[in-house]
């Protein structure tokens, strides 16, 4: 259960947040292949202009996001390029989190459609909170390693809907790999992290307080 400060919490410039909600009722969030495939596109389309992505895991019914907020002028950039409402928005926290709400409300208008259903699709308001720069590694481990401990697969590696196997693939990718690799000790200790802590999944002190 997320503790009721992290319904308050407000984004500011270069700093880190975890960002998680679910589906109401715990319901599901993603029914099919494309639904994952919709959501990432429709995150990097309102996200990736007022934020950096270190990690995600999307979860059948709920999701987890390790962000980094913009600087202030890359955003006030963004702002004045944009159709809002340069006044509503002034704030780092009002246009970031109105990004999310276009997010939410872009998915959930095309799953109610595809799945025939109304009405609301997630919790609110959404959940997010402050990380230090020391506990990076820590949460990007969370979110890498989060399948394995809702025993959806038996290894990590077998899931594609974490930030995980982008980090590994070959292609180009907004996800800043050098800088999250430099995090863990570099490409190698990135991988040999993540081995060794799904071996220890049990261990209570690789939880996340949500």
Not at 15 to 37: M, P, Q, W
Not at 120 to 131: D, E, G, I, S
Not at 140 to 168: C, E, G, Q
Request: proline content about 3%.
């Amino acid at each position: 259960m997320a503790k009721t400060s992290h319904y308050y919490v407000k984004f500011e410039p270069e700093c880190h947040y975890h960002v998680y909600n679910r589906a109401i009722d715990k319901k599901t969030l993603f029914a099919s292949e494309g639904n994952y495939k919709f959501f990432l596109k429709q995150y990097d389309k309102y996200l990736s202009p007022v934020a950096t992505t270190l990690s995600y895991a999307l979860l059948g019914n709920h999701f987890h996001f390790g962000v980094r907020i913009h600087a202030q002028e890359d955003l006030t950039t963004f702002l004045k390029l944009s159709n809002l409402n340069q006044d509503r928005y002034a704030t780092p926290h009002a246009l970031v989190a109105h990004q999310f709400q276009l997010l939410f409300q872009s998915y959930a208008m095309a799953f109610n459609k595809q799945q025939g259903r109304t009405g609301t699709l997630f919790q609110t308001p959404f959940k997010r909170c402050a990380v230090d720069q020391d506990d990076l590694t820590r949460l990007i481990l969370y979110h890498h390693l989060n399948p394995r401990r809702h025993k959806m697969v038996k290894d990590f590696n077998k899931y594609a809907w974490t930030s995980y196997p982008r980090y590994l693939a070959e292609h180009a990718s907004k996800l800043p790999r050098l800088e999250v690799f430099d995090l863990f000790g570099g490409k190698e200790q990135f991988v040999m992290w993540h081995e060794s802590v799904q071996k220890d999944l049990d261990d209570a002190d690789w939880a996340i307080e949500e």
